[in-house]
């Protein structure tokens, strides 16, 4: 299968654990806490979907993007987040994809969206520090979803863009 096609499962897989988990979620366009604070771990695989992206956006768009890049701070925002909205949506990676969901890890412990401690999505059900409901008991952490493709190495956003040295190149 092809890692576009595999996607698209995957979304469909997503959408159906948004809808049984609905109660507790508090997503909606305009929120972007997500993608405002974090290290956005990704594979080469994803990353290199992420730059297709990247590479099909207008210049103005991308002149934005590589200015984020520039001014990105480990942990700090995503630099394709412009306006409070991903601007390369249908090419982000997994762990965006799994944002603002309760799931359970490799480690088998339960991975839960950090707005649960801003009232939003699980904090419902969130009492002592857990989660007091089932998560999803799919391991949806992203070497766990992509263990059927030769993803190659994982790193950290900020890392791959700062030893991207073609990154700012791929304007067009
Ligand atoms: S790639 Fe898009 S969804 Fe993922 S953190 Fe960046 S702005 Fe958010």
Redesign the pocket.
Known sequence: MDYAAFLNNLDLRLDSYFEEYKDFIYCKIGC?S??EK?D?PLSDIELQY?MNGYIALENEIKKIVQENVKNMKSGGA?P??IDKK????PY??II?RV?GLAYLCRTNTVKVPHCVKENKNFSKVFQDGEIIINPIKENLDTPEILKNFKYGEIRNLYDWLNHSPGFSGTDG
């Open positions: 972007s997500c993608c974090g956005y992420m995503c394709f987040l991903c601007s390369i949506y982000r990676p965006c944002h």
